[in-house]
C-alpha cells in the first residue's frame, strides 16, 4: 500500500465517518450504505475476477448463503443474527470452496458459464420451493411457508438491534457504520492481497504461468485462498444485507443485481485496488440521479446501465481507474516530476504488445 | 411404457429448441471466440418481430415469419458492428465481449419489457392446440413443427458449412485465422456473416419456444443457459458435438421432469454438466486446444 494511497484510504474513511452528521436527507444514508455493502462484494469479487484473473460470475451466488444462512439460522434457531454473521461467512467459503474446486482445471469463460449457471440453479431451486415446511408450522400453524420462503422469501429473523439500542431515529445511522465497518475491513483485506505474495504470485501467473509454476508458485494453492477470503466477506456482506433490510428473496440472485455488480466492477476498472470503490460510488451517483430525474425510471435504469457497461467494456476496458492511472502519469512525465517507468501504463503496454 | 414414450417427446423437442440455439452459439464462438449472452435476448427478439409484423402490420403469418428471421439477421449485424467490430484486436476479447453482450442483451430484454409490457402475448405461429395420440400419449403437431424445422436447419446449416465456398471460408476461420486471412478469406465478413446466421437461428428458436409456451420480454434467460450448458458439454466450439448434446441434454431434461419432478430437471443437467467436466474439462467432444488465447 502506497503512501498515496494510504492519504486517500484515510480522508475517504473520515469522510464516510463524518458523512451522517452533515445535515443529509435519511434515503441519501440508506442509499449510501447500499453502496458500502455491494461495494465489499465488488472490491471481493475483484480480487477474484481482477486479480486472480478467474472469471467468475458466482459472487451473487455466495453473497445469497450468506444473506439465507442469517434468515434461516435467525429464523429457525431463533439466533441473533450478529452471531450468524460468522456461520454465514463460513457457509460462503464453504460454497466458494466447491466452486473454486470444480473449476479449477477450466479456463476463462468456462468458469463464467458453469458460475452463471450454479447461481441460475439456486435461483431456480429457491423460486420452486413451494413445499410447505414443518419448521414453519412450529411458527405460525396457520401459515403454508417452504424452508426458503420461495419466491416470496423469508422475513422475521432479526436486524441488527439498532433499533432498541439507538432509538428509530438514529437506527439508520447504526447500520450505517456497521456496514462502513465492513467495508473498510474489506477495502483493507483487498489492499492487502493485492500487495502481498498472493497478489504477486498471481502477477506471475499471468504474464509467464510456466516459470512462475517452476518457481514453485502454485495456482491452485493461492486460488483457493482467494476463493476463500473473498468469499467470506462477500457472504457476510450477504448476511448483513438481509440483517438490514430484514427480508431476503430470491430476487438478490436476479440479473438487475448482476448488472449493478458489474457495472460497478468494469465502470471502476478490474483488477486495480481502488476499481470497485471507484466504481461502486459512480455507479451509485448516477442511479440516484436517474431515479431522480426519470419518475418512471426504473425500467429505463437497466437499459442506460447496460448500454454503459457495454461502452465502457467496448471503449475503456481498463475502466476509469485504468484511465484516470494513464492521465495521471501523463501528467506527471509532462510536468517533468517522473519519468516514463510508472508500472502500470508500462505493463499494460508491454502485455498489449505480446498479445497482438 | 408410457413414460417411455412421454420422456422421448417431450425429451426430443427440447433437445430440439436447444439445439437450434446451441448451434448458433457454439458457430459463434468456434468462428472468432466470442461468447454472445445478447443470444437469448435476440432469441427474445425475433420471437416478438412475429408479432410486430403479424398484429402491428397486418401481414399474413407466411410473409411475418420469414421478415421476422430478417429483422433477427439484421439484428445479428447490428450487433457486430456497435460490439465485436471494435474488440476484435484489444486484448482479453472473450472475456470483455462477454460482459459487453451481458450489458447489451440486459438493455435489450429491459427496453422489450418497455414496449411491450410484462405479460405474455400468444405466439400467433403455433399448432400447439391440435394433436394425436400415440399409445395414449398425445403429440401436439407443434412438436413435429418443431422438429422438422430443427432437423431441416440443421442438414441446411451442415450443408452450408460443409459444402459452399462460404461455409469452407467459415470453417477455415475457425481452424486458423491468420491462415485464412494470408488466403484471401476475408475474415470480418465471415465474422457478421456467422453472428447474422446464428441470430437467425437464434429467432426460430425463439419462435418455437414462444409457440410451446408464452412470449414473454425475458424468456430469453432460461433457454440461453441451457444452450451455454450444452455448448460446454460438447466442448466450446464443436457445431456437430453441440447438436449431440443438445439431445442428450434435452432426453435428460425431461427424463428427470417425468421420473422425479418438474423443477430438478434443471438442477440434474447441470450437476450431470459439472461431473463430465470434472472428468473432461474440455467437454465431451472438445479438444483441448479448443480454448485459444
Given at each position: 500500500m502506497s503512501r498515496r494511497d494510504l492519504i486517500i484510504l484515510v480522508v475517504l474513511i473520515a469522510f464516510a465517518i463524518a458523512f451522517p452528521y452533515m445535515g443529509v436527507p435519511r434515503y441519501l444514508l440508506t442509499s449510501a450504505l447500499v453502496m458500502f455493502c455491494f461495494a465489499t462484494v465488488v472490491t471481493q469479487w475483484n480480487l477474484v475476477?481482477?486479480?486472480?484473473g478467474i472469471f467468475s460470475l458466482g459472487q451473487l451466488a455466495i453473497f445469497a448463503i450468506g444473506a439465507y444462512t442469517t434468515a434461516v439460522m435467525g429464523r429457525y434457531l431463533d439466533m441473533n443474527v450478529w452471531y450468524t454473521f460468522p456461520i454465514a461467512g463460513l457457509a460462503g467459503v464453504g460454497l466458494s470452496l466447491l466452486v473454486g474446486l470444480a473449476t479449477l482445471r477450466m479456463k476463462g469463460v468456462y468458469v463464467a458459464l458453469l458460475t452463471i449457471a450454479i447461481a441460475q440453479m439456486m435461483f431456480v431451486l429457491i423460486q420452486t420451493d413451494t413445499a410447505c415446511s414443518e419448521l414453519n408450522r412450529i411458527i405460525n400453524p396457520q401459515t403454508c411457508i417452504s424452508f426458503t420462503g420461495g419466491s416470496q422469501g423469508l422475513g422475521d429473523f432479526g436486524s441488527f438491534g439498532w433499533r432498541e439500542v439507538l432509538g428509530g431515529r438514529d437506527a439508520v445511522r447504526g447500520d450505517y457504520y456497521t456496514m462502513l465497518g465492513l467495508l473498510v475491513v474489506g477495502v483493507l483485506v483487498s489492499f492487502f492481497i493485492i500487495n502481498s505474495r498472493i497478489g504477486l504470485g498471481f502477477k506471475a501467473l499471468r504474464d509467464n504461468p510456466e516459470l512462475a509454476a517452476s518457481r514453485g508458485i502454485s495456482q491452485f494453492k493461492y486460488q483457493l485462498i482467494v476463493f476463500g477470503v473473498s468469499a467470506f466477506l462477500t457472504a457476510v456482506a450477504g448476511s448483513f444485507y438481509a440483517a438490514k433490510f430484514k427480508a431476503v428473496g430470491?430476487?438478490?440472485?436476479g440479473f438487475d443485481l448482476l448488472l449493478l455488480l458489474i457495472a460497478m466492477l468494469v465502470v471502476g476498472g478490474l483488477?486495480?485496488?481502488?476499481g470497485p470503490l471507484l466504481g461502486a460510488l459512480v455507479i451509485t451517483i448516477f442511479r440516484e440521479g436517474v431515479d431522480n430525474i426519470m419518475t418512471e425510471g426504473l425500467q429505463w435504469r437497466d437499459v442506460i446501465f447496460g448500454g454503459i457497461v457495454a461502452a465502457v467494456m467496448i471503449f475503456m476496458p481498463e475502466g476509469l481507474t485504468g484511465t484516470l492511472d494513464r492521465l495521471w502519469n501523463y501528467i506527471l512525465i509532462k510536468l517533468g516530476f517522473a519519468k516514463a517507468r510508472s508500472s502500470t501504463v508500462t505493463a499494460v503496454a508491454q502485455d498489449k504488445k505480446a498479445n497482438d | 411404457m408410457n413414460f417411455f414414450l412421454q420422456i422421448i417427446v417431450s425429451g426430443l423437442t427440447l433437445g430440439a429448441m436447444y439445439s437450434l440455439s446451441a448451434v448458433g452459439l457454439s458457430l459463434v464462438w468456434g468462428s472468432f471466440n466470442m461468447l454472445n449472452m445478447a443470444h437469448g435476448a435476440i432469441m427474445t427478439l425475433g420471437a416478438y418481430f412475429v408479432i410486430i409484423w403479424f398484429?402491428?402490420?397486418?401481414?399474413?403469418l407466411w410473409l411475418a415469419a420469414p421478415f421476422a428471421l430478417i429483422c433477427a439477421a439484421i439484428a445479428g449485424v447490428i450487433l457486430y458492428f456497435i460490439s465485436a467490430h471494435w474488440m476484435l484486436t484489444k486484448r482479453a476479447f472473450d472475456t470483455n465481449i462477454m460482459i459487453a453482450t451481458i450489458g447489451i442483451s440486459i438493455a435489450l430484454q429491459t427496453g422489450l419489457l418497455k414496449a411491450f409490457g410484462g405479460e405474455p402475448y400468444a405466439q400467433p405461429l403455433s399448432l400447439r392446440s391440435y394433436s394425436f395420440m400415440v399409445n395414449d400419449v398425445p403429440v401436439s403437431y407443434q412438436r413435429l413443427v418443431i422438429w422438422a424445422t430443427a432437423l431441416i436447419l440443421m442438414v441446411g446449416v451442415g450443408i452450408f458449412l460443409s459444402r459452399t465456398n462460404f461455409g469452407r471460408a467459415v470453417r477455415a476461420t475457425a481452424q486458423n485465422r491468420d491462415a485464412a486471412q494470408l488466403m484471401g478469406v476475408r475474415v470480418r465478413r465471415v465474422y457478421v456473416a456467422v453472428l447474422a446466421l446464428a441470430s437467425v437461428l437464434a429467432a426460430v428458436s425463439g419462435i418455437m419456444l414462444s409457440s410451446m409456451k408464452e412470449l414473454m420480454p425475458l424468456m430469453g434467460g432460461e433457454p440461453l443457459l441451457k444452450a451455454f450448458i450444452v455448448i460446454i458439454l460438447a466442448g466450446l466450439g464443436n457445431v456437430t458435438g453441440a447438436l449431440y448434446a443438445a439431445i442428450l441434454v434435452g432426453l435428460l431434461e425431461a427424463a428427470v421432469q417425468v421420473?422425479?419432478?418438474?423443477?430438478?430437471g434443471f438442477p440434474a443437467i447441470l450437476i450431470f454438466v459439472i461431473l463430465v467436466l470434472i472428468w473432461k474439462p474440455a467437454g465431451l467432444f472438445g479438444r483441448r486446444t479448443v480454448a485459444r488465447q
Open positions: 475476477f481482477g486479480v486472480a430470491p430476487g438478490i440472485l483488477g486495480r485496488a481502488w | 398484429d402491428s402490420m397486418g401481414m399474413t421420473l422425479v419432478g418438474a423443477q430438478y
